[in-house]
């Protein structure tokens, strides 16, 4: 089973562009975990036969979202964090608006695991939302994750908007303190981490030079000067299950690329 994740910057113009078809010819997922559509269902012309889907858009139109599609009827599939999760943290207190409010949060359970796509909310350049992300919506998404994890095990996916350490961005020195490289947003993943959550694509893979994500400007993406900020992160019980865990940066049509997780059961 192959499970794609995706940062589409908007699901119309990756279309636009042409290239939505051909990501899905050339990596064949069972399941593709999208984040940032930016679109309610009936604004995209999404027609993917042998797929269900499943769309959360945000009460704002044409921001943020989350789509996953799957070739396996799941059992059950939950959009946003549950309520008594977003009333217990306060997610509705924010100056932004009420970030469970954003379409941010897809949980589908399959049977032998969950699996959640997630578009974490961005810090800001002028790191305005990070006391709501660290102090409110990381806690709440850790806390939904440890809920789902004692009935069976968890995969969770999608652009976390942090990266994690040194070797997960190409500028580790110039960007410490900024949005996306705080202490506080590196703090939030490692909770993930010390939950019980492993870090997959390091299960295979060292070092830095791995990106997911890379500014329009200057050609970053042409250099190779990017972030690690999308992930794959799996109960330590599901370990035993994958066989590989990608960075698909050859596919192109957003500011992000793919990233894939190939479970065996």
């Given at each position: ?31 593709v975990c999208l984040q940032e ?81 997630v578009y974490t909310p961005n ?143």
């Open positions: 089973m192959r499970i794609v994740s995706w940062n589409v910057n908007g699901i119309r113009a990756v279309q636009r562009k042409g290239l939505f078809e051909p990501f899905l010819a050339q990596l064949q997922p069972d399941i559509i930016k679109a309610e269902q009936d604004q995209a012309d999404v027609n993917l036969d042998g797929y269900v889907e499943f769309w959360h858009s945000a009460e704002k139109k044409g921001y943020s979202g989350t789509a996953l599609f799957s070739k396996i009827e799941p059992l059950s599939v939950t959009t946003g964090l549950p309520t008594r999760i977003a009333n217990k943290y306060e997610l509705a207190d924010d100056p932004y608006g009420n970030s469970n409010a954003e379409g941010r949060v897809i949980t589908a359970e399959f049977d032998n695991f969950f699996l959640v796509t810090a800001k350049g002028d790191l305005s939302r990070l006391a709501h992300r660290h102090q409110k919506w990381d806690p709440a998404f850790l806390a939904h994750v440890k809920a789902l994890q004692k009935k069976k095990p968890v995969a969770f996916c999608g652009d976390l908007n942090v990266a994690h350490t040194e070797d997960d961005l190409a500028n580790p020195r110039e960007n410490r303190g900024k949005a996306g490289f705080t202490t506080e947003e590196r703090e939030g993943i490692q909770k993930l981490l010390d939950a019980g959550f492993v870090d997959t694509f390091r299960l295979f893979t060292d070092g830095n030079g791995h990106y997911t994500w890379w500014s329009n400007f200057s050609g970053a993406r042409a250099r190779n000067v990017g972030w690690r900020i999308d992930y794959f992160l799996a109960s330590k019980n599901l370990v035993p299950h994958i066989t590989h865990a990608e960075i698909h940066d050859d596919i192109m049509g957003s500011d992000h690329c793919p990233v894939s997780l190939t479970l065996n059961f």
